[in-house]
C-alpha cells in the first residue's frame, strides 16, 4: 500500500483540470507517484550532502529535479528554512503562510543599493605580536565574546550581521595532565631524576606541539616573578633547551615571547636571592642557549642575532650596568663566535679595562664580593679574547711537510742528502757512484709548511741527448719516451705547485701579520695570560 493516498492524486488532478478521474486510476497512479517522490528526494538529499550541509533546502531539490531533466519548481528560494502553519480545525494540516504581493508596491519599492566592486586591501594583521586597531581587524571585544561563538551586530542599514569568533584551543586530557605534571616539577621538584626524564621527553616525543605555546606563556610568567628562584630560573632554561632541541616542535612562532626571558636570564641584575646560589653557571649556560637559537632561527628571523647583539652591546657598555650584567652580555657575545668578539668586544676592550681595573685591586676595593666580580668579568674578557686569537691564528692553512730526501743540484751534479743528518764513512763509501746529467731549466723552489728557508728542489729536466732522469744508474745509456713525458709533467706540476704555494704563503704571512699586530695588542693588556691561547707552532712564529 502506498503512503500517497489516491485523495492526493485526484486533488492533484482536478488541480490541472482533469475533473472526470476514476478511482482505479488513482489508485493505481499513487505508487508510481510514491516512487517518484523517493527518487527525488534521495537525489536531494546527496545534493545536500555534496554542500555539506545538514539542511535540506530547495535548491537541492532543484538540483534532484534537473537531474532527473524535469523542469524545476519556480517560486520558492533557499534563503531559509520554508515555516510551515498548522491549518485551524485539522490535526495533520500544514501549509506555507505566504502574504500576497500586491505588483504596484513591487514596482514602486525603491531599488537595493549596487554590489561594491572586487576588491584587494592589503592591511597588519599583527606588528611585532601586536594586532593595530584598524577597521579590518576584529575588535577586541569580539575576541571575548560569548561562548556560543556568535554575535550579531547591526549594520547602518539594519541588516544583521552575523559574525564567527575564533574557535577555543582545546587539548586532550592526557596533554592537560602532562602539562601539568611538567609545570609541578619545575616549581618544585627540579632536583629529582623524573625531572632529567621529564627533559628528554620534552625532547623527544612527537606530540607536544600543542603545548608550545602553554609552556611559553608558562615561561615567560614564571622568570618575571621568579628571579629570586635560582633553581627555578635554571629548571626553566633547561625546559627552553628541551623544546628547541624537539625536532617535532614548530617553535619559531612563539620566539618573540621566549626570547625576552631567556635574555633576562642572561644580563638581569641579579639572579638568585642567595649567596651560595651560582648565577654564574646559569648565566653561561643562558649564553649557549642564545647562540643556538640564533645559529638555528637567524636565517627565518634575520634581525634576530643583530637585535640580540645590540642589546648586548648596550648592557656591557653601559657604566651604570652592575658588574654581573657585564659579565652577562660579554658570555653571550663570546658565545655567538668570535666574529661577533673581533668587531664588538676587541675595540671596546682597552677602555673597558681602563674603567675595571680599580675595581681588581684590593687597596681600591675593599669589598670582597665586589672584587670577586671583577675578576669574574676580567675571566670573561680573557677568554672571549683568548678565543677570538685562537679562531683567528687556526684560519692559517698548513703547508705540507718536506720529503725525507732533498735533491740539491750543485755543478751538475745530483747528490743525495740522506734520512739522518750524521752518516757513517763506510755508509757513504759503500754508495754507488753518482751520475752526472745535464740540466738547461731553472731549479724548481717550493717552500715548505714551518719556514721560507726550508726549500725543496726538483731537477726532473731531461737531458737533450737522451740521458735518464735522476734515479739509480743505469747501464743502457737510452731512456724511453714515456720516461720524458713524465718527466716533463713532472716538471710541470711542480711549476705549478710553486706558483700556488707563492700565491697562498703570501696571503698567509699578510692574515700572520694582521694576527700578530692583534696579539702584540692583547698581550699588552692581559700580560702573558693571553700567551695560553695561542697555539704552540704559532707561537713559534711570533717568538
Given at each position: 500500500?502506498?503512503?500517497?493516498?489516491k485523495?492526493?492524486?485526484?486533488v492533484i488532478?482536478?488541480?490541472?483540470?482533469?475533473n472526470n478521474?476514476s478511482?482505479d486510476?488513482?489508485?493505481?497512479?499513487?505508487?508510481?507517484?510514491?516512487?517518484?517522490?523517493?527518487e527525488?528526494?534521495?537525489?536531494?538529499?546527496?545534493?545536500?550532502r555534496?554542500?555539506?550541509?545538514?539542511?535540506?533546502?530547495?535548491?537541492?531539490?532543484?538540483?534532484?529535479?534537473?537531474?532527473?531533466?524535469?523542469?524545476?519548481?519556480?517560486?520558492?528560494?533557499?534563503?531559509?528554512p520554508?515555516?510551515f502553519?498548522?491549518?485551524?480545525?485539522?490535526?495533520d494540516?500544514?501549509?506555507i503562510?505566504?502574504?500576497?504581493?500586491?505588483?504596484?508596491?513591487?514596482?514602486?519599492?525603491?531599488l537595493?543599493?549596487?554590489?561594491?566592486d572586487?576588491?584587494?586591501?592589503?592591511?597588519w594583521?599583527?606588528i611585532?605580536?601586536?594586532?593595530?586597531a584598524?577597521?579590518e581587524?576584529?575588535p577586541?571585544?569580539?575576541?571575548?565574546?560569548?561562548?556560543?561563538?556568535?554575535?550579531?551586530?547591526?549594520?547602518?542599514?539594519?541588516?544583521?550581521?552575523?559574525?564567527?569568533?575564533?574557535?577555543?584551543?582545546?587539548?586532550s586530557?592526557?596533554?592537560?595532565?602532562?602539562?601539568?605534571?611538567?609545570?609541578?616539577?619545575?616549581v618544585?621538584?627540579?632536583?629529582?631524576?623524573?625531572?632529567?626524564?621529564?627533559?628528554?621527553?620534552?625532547?623527544?616525543?612527537?606530540?607536544?606541539?600543542?603545548?608550545?605555546?602553554?609552556?611559553?606563556?608558562f615561561?615567560?610568567?614564571?622568570?618575571?616573578?621568579?628571579?629570586?628562584d635560582?633553581?627555578?630560573?635554571?629548571?626553566?632554561?633547561?625546559?627552553v633547551r628541551?623544546?628547541?632541541?624537539?625536532?617535532?616542535?614548530h617553535?619559531?612562532?612563539y620566539?618573540?615571547?621566549?626570547?625576552?626571558?631567556?635574555?633576562?636570564?642572561?644580563?638581569?641584575?641579579?639572579?638568585?636571592?642567595?649567596?651560595?646560589d651560582?648565577?654564574?653557571?646559569?648565566?653561561?649556560?643562558?649564553?649557549?642557549l642564545?647562540?643556538?637559537?640564533?645559529?638555528?632561527?637567524?636565517?627565518?628571523y634575520?634581525?634576530?642575532?643583530?637585535?640580540?647583539?645590540?642589546?648586548?652591546?648596550?648592557?656591557?657598555?653601559?657604566?651604570?650596568?652592575t658588574l654581573?650584567?657585564?659579565?652577562?652580555?660579554?658570555?653571550?657575545?663570546?658565545?655567538?663566535?668570535?666574529?661577533?668578539?673581533?668587531?664588538?668586544?676587541?675595540?671596546?676592550?682597552?677602555?673597558?679595562?681602563?674603567?675595571l681595573?680599580?675595581?681588581?685591586?684590593?687597596d681600591?676595593?675593599?669589598n670582597e664580593m665586589k672584587?670577586?666580580?671583577a675578576?669574574?668579568?676580567?675571566?670573561?674578557?680573557?677568554?672571549?679574547?683568548?678565543?677570538?686569537?685562537?679562531?683567528?691564528?687556526?684560519?692559517?692553512?698548513l703547508?705540507?711537510?718536506?720529503?725525507?730526501?732533498?735533491f740539491?743540484?750543485?755543478?751538475?751534479?745530483?747528490?743525495?742528502?740522506?734520512?739522518?743528518?750524521?752518516?757513517?764513512?763506510?755508509?757513504?763509501?759503500?754508495q754507488?757512484?753518482?751520475?752526472?746529467?745535464?740540466t738547461?731549466?731553472?731549479?724548481?723552489?717550493?717552500?715548505?709548511?714551518?719556514?721560507?728557508?726550508?726549500?725543496?728542489?726538483?731537477?726532473?729536466?731531461?737531458?737533450?741527448?737522451?740521458?735518464?732522469?735522476?734515479?739509480?744508474?743505469?747501464?743502457?745509456?737510452?731512456?724511453?719516451?714515456?720516461?720524458?713525458?713524465?718527466?716533463?709533467?713532472?716538471?710541470?706540476?711542480?711549476?705549478?705547485?710553486s706558483l700556488?704555494?707563492?700565491?697562498?704563503?703570501?696571503?698567509?704571512?699578510?692574515?700572520?701579520?694582521?694576527?700578530?699586530?692583534?696579539?702584540?695588542s692583547l698581550f699588552?693588556?692581559?700580560?702573558e695570560?693571553?700567551?695560553?691561547?695561542?697555539?704552540a707552532?704559532e707561537?713559534?712564529?711570533?717568538?
Open positions: 500500500m502506498s503512503i500517497v493516498p485523495e492526493n492524486v485526484e488532478a482536478q488541480s490541472i483540470g482533469i478521474l478511482p486510476v488513482a489508485l493505481a497512479l499513487a505508487p508510481d507517484v510514491e516512487y517518484r517522490l523517493r527525488v528526494m534521495q537525489e536531494a538529499i546527496k545534493c545536500m555534496h554542500s555539506r550541509r545538514t539542511r535540506l533546502t530547495a535548491d537541492d531539490v532543484d538540483g534532484a529535479l534537473n537531474l532527473r531533466n524535469v523542469e524545476p519548481i519556480y517560486g520558492y528560494v533557499s534563503g531559509g520554508l515555516r502553519k498548522r491549518a485551524i480545525g485539522h490535526r494540516l500544514f501549509y503562510d505566504d502574504k500576497d504581493v500586491e505588483f504596484k508596491d513591487v514596482i514602486e519599492a525603491p537595493p543599493k549596487a554590489p561594491l572586487t576588491g584587494i586591501v592589503c592591511h594583521l599583527a611585532e605580536g601586536v594586532q593595530p584598524i577597521p581587524n576584529a577586541v571585544e569580539v575576541l571575548a565574546a560569548p561562548p556560543d561563538s556568535k554575535k550579531y551586530e547591526q549594520k547602518d542599514d539594519g541588516v544583521p550581521v552575523d559574525i564567527k569568533l575564533p574557535v577555543k584551543h582545546i587539548l586530557r592526557e596533554l592537560q595532565l602532562y602539562f601539568d605534571k611538567i609545570t609541578e616539577l619545575v618544585s621538584r627540579s632536583d629529582l631524576v623524573i625531572f632529567k626524564e621529564a627533559l628528554v621527553s620534552l625532547a623527544t616525543d612527537s606530540g607536544l606541539h600543542p603545548l608550545v605555546p602553554y609552556f611559553t606563556c615561561i615567560a610568567d614564571e622568570v618575571s616573578r621568579g628571579l629570586n635560582y633553581p627555578l630560573l635554571f629548571a626553566l632554561m633547561r625546559v628541551s623544546l628547541l632541541q624537539n625536532p617535532h616542535m617553535i619559531e612562532p620566539l618573540h615571547q621566549l626570547m625576552p626571558s631567556v635574555v633576562t636570564c642572561l644580563v638581569a641584575k641579579r639572579l638568585g636571592n642567595r649567596f651560595a651560582n648565577h654564574w653557571e646559569l648565566r653561561d649556560f643562558t649564553a649557549n642564545v647562540a643556538s637559537i640564533c645559529k638555528r632561527f637567524g636565517h627565518v634575520n634581525t634576530l642575532q643583530s637585535r640580540l647583539t645590540k642589546t648586548l652591546v648596550n648592557a656591557f657598555l653601559d657604566p651604570k650596568r654581573t650584567q657585564h659579565y652577562g652580555a660579554i658570555q653571550g657575545l663570546a658565545a655567538l663566535g668570535p666574529s661577533v668578539v673581533r668587531l664588538l668586544v676587541l675595540p671596546n676592550l682597552e677602555s673597558y679595562l681602563r674603567l681595573e680599580p675595581e681588581l685591586l684590593l681600591k676595593q675593599k672584587r670577586h666580580e675578576w669574574r668579568v676580567y675571566g670573561a674578557l680573557l677568554n672571549a679574547a683568548g678565543q677570538c686569537i685562537y679562531d683567528r691564528l687556526k684560519m692559517f692553512p703547508l705540507p711537510s718536506p720529503a725525507p730526501k732533498s740539491w743540484r750543485t755543478s751538475q751534479r745530483v747528490i743525495t742528502m740522506p734520512n739522518k743528518r750524521k752518516g757513517s764513512v763506510e755508509h757513504m763509501e759503500e754507488p757512484p753518482l751520475k752526472k746529467i745535464a738547461d731549466g731553472p731549479t724548481g723552489i717550493a717552500p715548505t709548511n714551518s719556514s721560507p728557508s726550508h726549500m725543496e728542489v726538483e731537477t726532473a729536466t731531461p737531458a737533450p741527448s737522451g740521458d735518464t732522469d735522476a734515479g739509480p744508474p743505469s747501464s743502457t745509456g737510452q731512456m724511453p719516451n714515456e720516461g720524458v713525458s713524465n718527466s716533463r709533467s713532472r716538471r710541470d706540476r711542480a711549476a705549478g705547485r700556488k704555494k707563492s700565491a697562498l704563503l703570501t696571503q698567509v704571512w699578510k692574515d700572520d701579520l694582521n694576527s700578530g699586530h692583534l696579539l702584540v699588552e693588556l692581559f700580560g695570560d693571553i700567551l695560553s691561547f695561542v697555539p707552532p707561537m713559534c712564529l711570533f717568538l
